[in-house]
């Protein structure tokens, strides 16, 4: 069901990023074509940004419409189209994590003298969440005639992980090697342990650092930025109304520029803090555009707040 609409569109079908994000909803269980909750996201998202962007270029900050209703047309894609990859992060990060006692638990059952089929269905009645659902897709397989490689091997195609692609085409290996599973089973489950605390340490260590990051790049920075953005105005516009019109025209078009400069400074910022975030907790670089558009949307809201409170200070004076 997930490729069906995109079967019916020969150039679509050829896209690997679209196959690879219905792999992503497939994993996470999301009954729903990758192609229509696309196109659903963008609509949804046109919609919200039109009415959003025209609710504040006439009632709240004249000038600033077009670019907040950009934004929150970005932000809304983003978290729509982004869903889906995230429940299926959360899927394999609990494979992950259930992955090494579910290796102890079939190398026990091996040394008692079980066989391979009934060490994965020992897994498959225990609550290893997600796993469970996995080996139970392998005893399928088995019980249909697949030999064991094969249908172990479904997990790595299943799961899009590194760590139990690895573990799994190491386990096929020993088995097609004649090694002593048990033993290997054991020794990998350490080391599949050690991998995910490497993980989860990385992680609990760098909060501080992606605290400040997100503070100072997406709060701090761009209220100062919109209070200097305020200033800067009111300057050139009392200094412009001592001039001649084409000097007050060529002012007030030098306000537009310092601000859009501004505000293409705070969007450059926030996407360099998102990669740096992205590098430091994930390790990876294209993860940075799960953080990108909540900060952006955090430091431009935090820009017009700026705005708004400086004005009507310098007004209020």
């Known amino acids: 069901m997930a490729l069906r609409l995109l079967e019916k569109v020969p150039i679509l079908n050829q896209s690997r990023a679209l196959k690879k994000y219905a792999s992503y909803l497939h994993g996470a269980e999301f009954k729903v074509d990758p192609l229509l ?6 609509l949804i998202s046109s919609i919200a940004g039109i009415a959003i962007g025209y609710f504040v270029q006439t009632l709240i900050l004249p000038g600033q419409g077009i670019q907040l209703g950009l934004l929150i047309f970005f932000v809304i894609v983003d978290l729509m189209v982004g869903y889906p990859y995230l429940l299926a992060a959360r899927r394999i990060e609990q494979i992950e994590e259930a992955l090494p006692d579910a290796l102890r638990q079939m190398a026990d059952t091996l040394r008692a003298g079980g066989t391979y089929e009934y060490a994965l269905r020992e897994i498959a009645t225990a609550e290893y969440g997600p796993l ?12 249909e005639g697949e030999n064991f490689s094969n249908a ?23 088995v097609n090697a004649g090694a002593g599973l048990a033993n290997v089973l ?9 991998a995910h605390r ?22 701090v920075a761009p209220m100062i930025f919109g209070f200097v953005s305020t200033i800067s ?57 799960i953080y990108f558009p909540g900060l952006l949307f955090i430091a431009y809201l935090s820009y017009l707040t700026a705005q708004i409170v400086s004005a009507a200070i310098v007004g209020g004076v």
């Open 152 to 174: 172990l091997l479904s997990i790595s195609r299943n799961v899009d992980s590194r760590l139990v692609q690895r573990t799994m085409t190491i386990i096929v290996d020993s």
């Open 198 to 219: 490497i993980n989860k340490e990385r992680k609990s260590r760098t909060v501080m650092q992606v605290i400040f990051m997100v503070v100072a790049g997406g709060i």
């Open 37 to 42: 909750w696309i196109l659903l996201s963008l």
């Open 233 to 289: 105005g009111l300057l050139i516009s009392a200094a412009a109304a001592v001039v001649s019109a084409s000097e007050k025209a060529e002012a007030l078009r030098a306000v537009g520029v310092i601000s859009l400069a501004i505000q293409a400074y705070i969007f450059i910022e926030t996407f360099a803090t998102s990669v740096m975030i992205s590098v430091m907790r994930e390790g990876k670089l294209g993860k940075s555009i």
């Open 132 to 143: 469970k659902k996995e080996m139970n897709e392998v005893l399928r397989k088995l019980e």
């Open 186 to 194: 054991e020794q990998i489950s350490e080391d599949v342990r050690a």
